[in-house]
């Protein structure tokens, strides 16, 4: 094998060792890669996303730069490096390369739900809300701007909107352990629904055991004493 394939070959095996949730093993595969072939964009963009992930933001920001040097069309590359300068205090920045991730991605409604999201945390509501409509313009079937957007609409007490948006999202995908996780978060959050919620709850926790979050919200469902 020439240096290429072998780097290739890292790459690939970094990504599967990703999806196996073997981060360590990953990050050491695409950073081989990057040794093999130091102009390998998307070998970046994986361990500039790992990066993020752990919270080592000015490495991430480093790779993911690197990455759209080499490839400044890279869509994934730009909304991960919106995620990092949002995390450091870049807003400007960030999103700029929201933008940028949203105009040459081959998914814009879930770029443009990421920066909905983005915008959202930073209690910019108005704005976010403009880009879950914008998202579900493009593509109405996109699950992640359909929850993401439930989560505003019930922070704004628009609980008819947002209990309509959950359904749809899981209608699309009642397999999503997330799906079940926020619609039964949201179920909690009001009076008088709580079996239903600890349902939802469980349910997350079976399509993904040990899912974290799920199990607080059970127990911070007991501890506030709605009972099912």
């Not at 599967?16 to 949730?21: H, T, V």
């Not at 929201?98 to 443009?112: G, L, W």
């Not at 609409?153 to 947002?162: I, K, M, P, T, Y």
Request: proline share 4%; glycine share 6%.
């Amino acid at each position: 094998m020439t240096p290429f394939e072998e780097a290739e070959a890292a790459f690939e095996a970094g990504v599967l060792a990703k999806d196996q949730g073997k981060l360590d093993k990953a990050a050491l595969e695409f950073s081989k890669a990057l040794d093999l072939n130091p102009s390998h964009a998307r070998a970046y963009q994986q361990l500039g996303a790992l990066r993020y992930g752990g919270t080592k933001y000015l490495e991430a920001r480093r790779l993911l730069e690197a990455a759209i040097d080499l490839d400044p069309h890279f869509a994934d590359a730009h909304l991960y490096l919106a995620l990092v300068l949002g995390r450091i205090n870049r807003p400007e920045e960030a999103e700029a390369h929201f933008q940028a991730a949203i105009q040459f991605s081959d998914c814009p409604a879930i770029d443009s739900a990421v920066y909905g999201n983005y915008l959202a945390e930073s209690r910019r509501t108005t704005e976010a809300e403009t880009l879950f409509r914008s998202a579900l313009d493009l593509d109405p079937k996109c699950e992640m701007a359909l929850r993401d957007y439930a989560r505003l609409l019930a922070s704004l007490d628009r609980d008819q909107e947002a209990e309509a948006l959950f359904l749809k999202a899981l209608e699309l995908d009642p397999q999503c352990a997330f799906n079940h996780y926020w619609y039964g978060r949201f179920l909690s959050s009001l009076e008088g629904r709580g079996a239903e919620a600890e349902a939802f709850l469980r349910r997350a926790l079976e399509l993904k055991p040990g899912y974290l979050e799920a199990i607080e919200g059970l127990d911070d469902l007991l501890l506030n004493g709605d009972e099912p």
